[in-house]
């Protein structure tokens, strides 16, 4: 079955900083999803990669796949306590298993101001 | 436009009592449905996923159990709980197979005392 491998597992740093954190895959990707979760909560839809290369931003924060669409990294331009939370990645199985949707063990982001 | 509505937001169950968690999804048809179980607030362990009525795929051999009984409806159901099924319960459901976004309810808490 996919296994997907984030890291760091948590990470802290200073309000106005850039930060990035890593999502790899043991299988290829078919659709890489990054969401954001604050404690308690439900998760909140971040960006969706499907071509390996791509790349897409949403204010402040950048996602990419890779060419060989088994790694991908969420990039925090300047972040700020707002930024603050749970963030996970998820994949789509292949093969018979197309509807099955997986996720990573998530980064928890602490922003201090 | 889509929603999905998710209930009870918080339950505290004695151990050996029965359980019924209920999702359903507005604005779309023959959405795929997903089960997720999140422990001390990170990674989200699928625990069932239906990509039709009546079809229900289980992850976890466990003491819960999964149904669609409608089209746009998913229950999670146990008969009698234990204490480790104490967690945060999520919904989720994608339209189509691949390269759509998927899209949470806000949870449950489960607490089993």
């Known amino acids: 079955s996919q296994e997907l491998e984030q890291s760091p597992q948590s990470l802290i740093v200073q309000e106005g900083k850039n930060l990035t954190i890593n999502c790899t895959s043991s299988?290829?990707?078919?659709?890489l999803y990054w969401y954001k979760q604050k404690y308690g909560e439900g998760l909140i839809f971040l960006m969706m990669?499907?071509?390996?290369?791509e790349e897409k931003s949403h204010e402040k924060i950048t996602a990419k796949l890779d060419e060989k669409k088994q790694q991908s990294s969420l990039h925090i331009t300047a972040s700020q306590p707002s930024h603050a939370g749970i963030y996970l990645c998820g994949a789509l199985a292949g093969g018979t298993s197309y509807g099955k949707l997986t996720f990573g063990q998530g980064t928890i982001l602490t922003v201090h101001p | 436009s889509q929603t999905i509505h998710q209930w009870p937001a918080t339950l505290v169950q004695p151990v050996g009592s029965p359980l019924s968690l209920e999702c359903t999804v507005e604005?779309?048809?023959?959405?795929?449905l997903y089960w997720y179980r999140q422990a001390a607030g990170r990674g989200l362990q699928l625990l069932f996923y239906?990509?039709?009525?009546?079809?229900i795929s289980s992850e976890v051999p466990q003491n819960l159990s999964a149904s669609r009984p409608q089209d746009r409806q998913f229950i999670l159901s146990s008969k009698k709980l234990l204490l480790s099924d104490s967690g945060f319960y999520l919904c989720?459901?994608?339209?189509?197979?691949?390269?759509?976004?998927?899209?949470f309810g806000q949870g449950t808490r489960l607490t089993v005392v």
């Open positions: 990669l499907q071509k390996g290369g």
């Open positions: 989720a459901y994608r339209q189509g197979f691949m390269n759509t976004e998927a899209f």
């Open positions: 299988k290829t990707l078919y659709g």
């Open positions: 239906s990509v039709g009525i009546g079809q």
């Open positions: 604005g779309t048809s023959n959405p795929n």
